[in-house]
């Protein structure tokens, strides 16, 4: 087949599960699978379950046509020396070195960078970023993450660190952040924040036997709340619902205005699960950014949402080796 | 002379005044002068007061040795045509192309760059910085500025306004910065605010007729505190003046630490007029950005004093030329 001549693998290894896919050169996935990362199980099983995938990918794809395999992975990837250090949510992982493993497996090239670069990578190459040479990509999810795109380039920065925008502090004195800094922007607008304040606020609101449309959604199971069912209930006119949504949406804009103003860029590419949010939430984002940032980096701001969903990290894994 | 055989001049715009400077190659400064820049007069006065220095310099300097002239302002410098954007405290300044008037007048090399941009080159290249290949400088004074040096060169953004770090905002919810946003830390740093800070409290404190030491170095007369005078009694160990001086550290570090988390450094030189505050000043500023930054970054975290003082603009400016 045509679409198999030159291929390349990404690997997109999360806390739970490990995905990976056939990428074309034109960012096509003609195939992918996912299997269980086992993350709390060590090092050792890890690499076990990323080989088994690419074992699978190897036993339908030739090997001989794979120019690579690219892993995206999170925690810092050391510039140094490409190891794996300290990925949040996985057990007994110091520093691994990944890529070198599999490279000694698979007797090919191995390229490995950290996740939300990938993701920033593929929004570049084939995205929503593909028309801009320079902008920052966050991926709004259970945490916040960023990929600094420059000149069409990830800034990966001198340690291999950059980009770590969900812990840029909006409030010093603010909500204690799992990184143990106060009022970091993860900590107020992340996947989990999100549904506990929109549990908290409906527990709190007056109760007159009647179900809100949110309460209705989770059929009045208040721990099932997730960003998706808070988007469904403001999308159908929930006032609780768009409330926190426009919130996180205007917190969110004033930690880029802080970011952009260090950064110089202009453009925004927001990925991840919450992403999907309702064009209001894009709105309030860049109300609140364009009310707080420097005149001078004023003109041409722009938030838009990323196009490659949750196959952003396969594809931008791939890109490493394409 | 054997030192003027190669030399530039670095010119170093100031709302205040225009310094200028003979630089030789290895960073020194032989003769410099300064005057005033008559910032409110409009720029084709400014203009004609940056000239003035130059052919000053030409004419005890022979302008055939001249390399070419550096220009440091304050300001938004293009990146696609150089014209100098919005100088903060200039009047009926709104985009002036600097360079190409200077080159027309004197017809040899002119190149222009922001101010802080300058002050961070010449203290990569001459100064503290020296021994790192990546760092922040920021300038602490009536405001605060910032250049970011990547791989000893200065990383100026895609339109030439990279490194406003002044307008990292540490409380969305705190004070209003003459930017218009709020929380900036320069409206918590700036030189300033200090002052009227350390006026307040000592207003606040009861009287019991015993002039404290910064009163005394100022004779009673509040509105003539500067951060000189806060340092200076802070040195003898005024208690307020330490306090001041102490939480205003505390604050910058905690802003540094977001700044860090994107950018990847593990390096700050802090110059500017304020950088000359006692080095517990320095030990605050590295409790609280240690305490706050993440933890992959943490490692090797240091905040230095910059080296060049007040010389640093227009070495900096000569080195765009060097």
Chains 1, 2 share one sequence.
Not at 10 to 29: E, H, M, P, Q, Y
Not at 39 to 64: M, R
Not at 267 to 293: H, M, N, T
């Amino acid at each position: 087949m045509n679409t198999k001549k030159t291929y390349a693998i990404g690997v997109d290894l999360g806390a739970t599960t490990v995905k990976a896919g056939v990428v074309t050169k034109s960012g096509f996935i003609p195939d992918q699978l996912s299997v269980d990362s086992k993350a709390k199980k060590g090092p050792a099983v890890v690499l076990q379950q990323i080989i088994f995938t690419i074992q699978e990918i190897f036993g339908k794809y030739n090997p001989s046509e794979c120019l690579g395999i690219g892993i995206g992975t999170p925690g810092v990837v050391s510039i140094t020396d490409s190891t794996v250090q300290h990925p949040p949510n996985f057990t007994d992982w110091a520093k691994v070195d990944v890529a070198k493993q599999i490279r000694n497996k698979f007797k090919i090239p191995v390229y490995i960078e950290n996740d939300a670069n990938c993701a920033a990578i593929a929004e570049a190459r084939f995205g929503a970023g593909i028309e801009f040479k320079d902008f920052l990509f966050v991926i709004w999810g259970t945490g916040i993450g960023g990929g600094v795109i420059l000149d069409r380039k990830i800034y990966r920065g001198p340690y291999g660190g950059a980009g770590e925008i969900g812990h840029v502090s909006i409030d010093y004195n603010g909500r204690l952040c799992n990184c143990g800094n106060y009022g970091c922007i993860e900590s107020y607008v992340g996947q989990r924040y999100l549904s506990q304040r929109t549990k908290e606020i409906l527990l709190a609101t007056p109760k007159d036997n009647i179900q809100t449309k949110i309460e209705k959604l989770v059929d009045g199971d208040l721990n099932l709340l997730d960003p998706e069912i808070i988007s469904q209930a403001a999308e159908e006119g929930d006032p609780i619902a768009i409330g926190v949504l426009e919130e996180a949406g205007t917190l969110l804009g004033y930690a880029l205005s802080s970011i952009l103003n260090v950064l110089d860029l202009r453009v925004v590419v927001i990925g991840g699960g919450v992403s999907a949010a309702p064009a209001f939430v894009y709105d309030a984002i860049i109300k609140s950014l364009r009310s707080r940032i420097l005149k001078p980096h004023k003109e041409g701001v722009r938030v838009i949402r990323a196009k490659l969903g949750n196959t952003a990290g396969i594809i931008g894994a791939a890109s490493l080796v394409l």
